[in-house]
Each structure stands twice: as C-alpha cells, then as structure tokens.
C-alpha cells in the first residue's frame, strides 16, 4: 500500500546504520519512515527464539560503550534504554600451545598479556601507546606492519592476529589504520553485550523512532527510487506502494542502493567502481540449544576461539580449500551468550553459536554441504567442550546465504567490503552520493567495518542530511 503522506526523511534498511540515522533524525524532529524488509529490524543484531533457547543472528558483542566511547554517546543521544552487560572474561583463546583468557577491563588485558608473553613487555607496551594514539603519525599499511613496528613477534603476534581474525585477512594484507581501530575498540573498550539479546537494542532504537512520531515498517521490500535528473522523489516497494521524501538514506548495500537509483552520467563510474571492490568473507553457523551449562564441560571462561592450526594462515587458507572447509578437525569460534545474559537460555542450559568463516557458494553447494558442516563444527567445538553432542536439544545452522537475506549484505559479507588497502577508513563511500538528496549509511561507508562503526555511519548520515534540509 502507498504511504498517505510525504516524509521528511525515508531510511531504507533496517539495521544497525539505518535504526541509528533514522533515530537521530527523529531526535531532530524531522517526520521519519523507516523501511526493513524482515519481519523485525536489526539486520546482523537480531535475535531469533527456538523454543526456550534465544539466539543472536550475527552479532556477538559491541564496543565502545564505555564511559566516553563513542556508540555510548550516540545511544544515550538518542535516549536507547537498552541495558549493556560485560563479563569480566570475554573470551578465552585455546591452542595447542597455549590458551589465553581475555579480561573485559583495559588495564587488566594489558597486564594478562604482559604476564603471559613476558619477553614481550616492551613491544606490547609500544602497542598499546600507538592505541592510545595521539602521535600524529601516519600508521603503518598492514596489520603485519603494525606488529613489526611494536616489535612482536612468535605466540602473542599470532594471538593479536587471531583476534581479528574475523576479517578473513591474513596480517599482510589488512589494512594497517583499520587494525588499530578494531584493537582500540575491542581490547580497550569492547565486550558488551545488550541484555535481552541483540534484537533488544535493535527494538529500543525501532521505538526511539516511533516515540518521535516516526514509522517503522518491517516487511517492505524496497525496489527502487524513482525520480529524474539527480533528484530521488519516491522509494517505490515490491508491494505496489510508495513512499515520497524531501531525502532519503539508504542503508543498503552500496552496489544495490547505486541498481535501485534512476540512471545519472555522474553515477555511472562509481557504480563500476563499487563492481571492481572486493567483499570480505562471510559465515557458516551453528545454534545450538544445550540442556547443560557450559561449566559442566569447560574450565575456560567467556566464549571460546579454538585454534588447533597454530597459525592463522591456515585458518584462511580454508576459505579457498572446501576439504579444509568441511573437515571435523579446524577452527571454530563458541560463542555463548547465556553465559553473559542467563534469559538467552532455560535454567539449567546453554544457548550457543558455532562460528566460523565461509566463503559465497552457490545455495545448491550449501544445501549440499549443510549438514556435513553442521556436523564438522560440532566435531571442532567438541575438542573445546566433550560431551557437548550428548547435550544438544536444538540444532540449526546458516549459511551465507542466510546472512545476505538477514542483512543485505552482498555475498553475505559480514564486514562488507574487504578491510585492506585503498578500501578501508577514508577510502570507503562518503554519505554523499551523486543524486543530491540520496545519502548513504552501513558498513559500506566511513569509518569501516563493525557494529560500532557501522552505528556510527547512521550518525554521520543523519548529521548529513540535517544540513541538506537546512539548505
């Protein structure tokens, strides 16, 4: 059905950027319609219940809610009730060699780190200097030379590298600025997480909108924005309807938000542009509700990331090799929110998350290889938790193609572009496109990749588009 009025702002996209961009331009007072094609907004922060056991669909943790952090400023702009929790172990790496309990606190991680790699106190400190920032010097390309420059080196350069190890990159070719930017972050201001699940802070920013007499409207399918010249007048939708706008923020996909814009010269190399960027990988995991606590398995505190490999290479290597991908023996990332929020699971039992990087294969090669991966993640969390296959009450997995339907992301990307580069902080899309009143927000633009990032470019856009209303 067609909307019966004319907004001042339509935000079309539903996750963390486009909840964020159209809360702060309700904040504004701005009259806001905010379109997401699920059933529920949130994207990548959503959460999904299967009988008692809640899940998360993506995201496991937030950063930059501490005092001063910058998403908490945003959200206590915006006035979003949710309530953040933080174990005191966020997560404990095991390895073969080692394993490591990473604290919540700052000066407690710093101290973990200098207990554990005492041959390496000097080099860390000269890291978490470069995190404090402040130098005014460029920083170096790569992750690998970020390491190199502070100096480390064996065991806890591996562990550092692992740590982001989500990115999908080995430490050669990710982007130097944007390393520090996840360290600063995750080491010195992350591990939170909402309580009630994520889509609990996804519902807290939906009601921010509609409490500033905004419109939040799940189950639209955007289909394109109609208009001439470089001017967006309407977003028209799959079900026949339309909304009009003095502006609009699209918090889609970049390359689909350029398909969906009315044909302009302008756009038209920046759209071949956008074709040549490469994606970063995406994800294949497991939900699994246990009828026993985790501590009845594990000794190890917090989620738990097991590197058998010893080295991150292979880890990546597995994105390129289906026989290293589906093996029982490998990687694989436990994460457990019921450890941090007892309601994500019934008393007496665990809510959990096998994670692991995948790459984008055709549905038909998913459909084929669902359960032998299923199965192969279990095998891998098994080494990290014995018992955990006798325990399992509820089992379901996604595959990359569920993560693109969940947040849009092209290729199910879980962090967009790739962070190497040429695509990374500055390099990525400014909020500004070619069509004078269509404003970009998510991962796809600056400052990068992450939940927090991501919330943050949500602000930007909204900060945009106040001045182009203004004008």
């Known amino acids: 059905m067609s909307s019966s009025k004319t907004y001042d702002v339509a935000v079309v996209g539903g996750g963390i950027a486009g909840l964020t961009a159209g809360a702060a331009l309700a904040a504004m007072g701005h009259s806001v319609m905010l379109a997401e094609r699920n059933p529920a907004p949130g994207g990548c922060a959503t959460s999904f219940r299967r009988g008692a056991h809640r899940f998360d669909a993506g995201t496991s943790a937030l950063s930059g809610l501490g005092p001063g952090g910058r998403l908490r400023r945003i959200f206590e702009g915006l006035g979003a009730t949710a309530e953040f929790l933080r174990p005191p172990i966020r997560e404990t790496v095991v390895t073969d060699r080692f394993s490591f309990a990473l604290p919540a606190e700052p000066e407690a991680i710093r101290a973990s780190f200098a207990e554990r790699f005492p041959d390496q106190r000097t080099a860390l400190e000269r890291l978490f200097a470069l995190l404090a920032g402040g130098s005014g010097e460029r920083p170096p390309a790569t992750l690998a030379a970020v390491l190199a420059a502070c100096g480390l080196g064996g065991d806890c350069a591996f562990l550092l590298e692992a740590l982001l190890g989500n990115l999908g990159l080995p430490a050669a070719r990710v982007d130097g600025a944007t390393a520090l930017s996840f360290f600063r972050e995750f080491l010195l201001d992350g591990g939170y997480y909402p309580a009630g699940g994520m889509g609990a802070l996804a519902a ?157 294969r055709s549905p038909g090669f998913w459909e084929a290889h669902r359960r032998e991966m299923t199965d192969a993640l279990v095998a891998r969390a098994e080494r990290v938790l014995p018992g955990l296959s006798a325990c399992i009450r509820v089992a379901e997995s996604s595959t990359p193609q569920s993560i693109e339907r969940w947040t849009g992301n092209d290729g199910g990307a879980i962090y967009g572009w790739e962070a190497i580069p040429g695509q990374s902080g500055a390099s990525r899309l400014s909020p500004l496109t070619p069509w004078r009143n269509l404003f970009l927000a998510g991962h796809w633009t600056r400052p990068g990749s992450g939940v927090c990032a991501a919330a943050y470019s949500g602000h930007m856009a909204a900060r945009t588009v106040r001045r182009h209303l203004a004008e």
Do not use: N
């Not at 807290?204 to 189950?219: D, E, F, H, N, P």
């Open 204 to 360: 807290s920013l939906a009601q921010r909108i509609s409490a500033s007499g905004g419109t939040v409207s799940c189950r639209r399918e955007a289909g394109a924005f109609a208009g001439g010249g470089d001017e967006i007048e309407a977003v028209r939708f799959d079900d026949g309807g339309e909304c009009r706008a003095a502006a609009f923020v699209s918090a889609m996909s970049a390359r689909r938000t350029y398909a969906m814009a009315p044909p302009l010269a302008a756009a038209a190399e920046r759209r071949r542009e956008l074709d040549r960027l490469s994606l970063a990988p995406s994800a294949f995991m497991v939900f699994l509700g246990l009828g026993r606590r985790l501590d009845e398995l594990t000794p190890h505190a917090g989620h738990i990331l097991s590197l058998p490999e010893g080295e991150m290479g292979a880890v990546y290597r597995t994105l390129a090799d289906d026989r290293l991908l589906l093996a029982p023996e490998g990687y694989v990332y436990v994460i457990a929110p019921s450890r941090i929020d007892p309601t994500a699971a019934p008393p007496g039992g665990e809510s959990l998350c096998l994670f692991a990087l995948a790459p984008w």
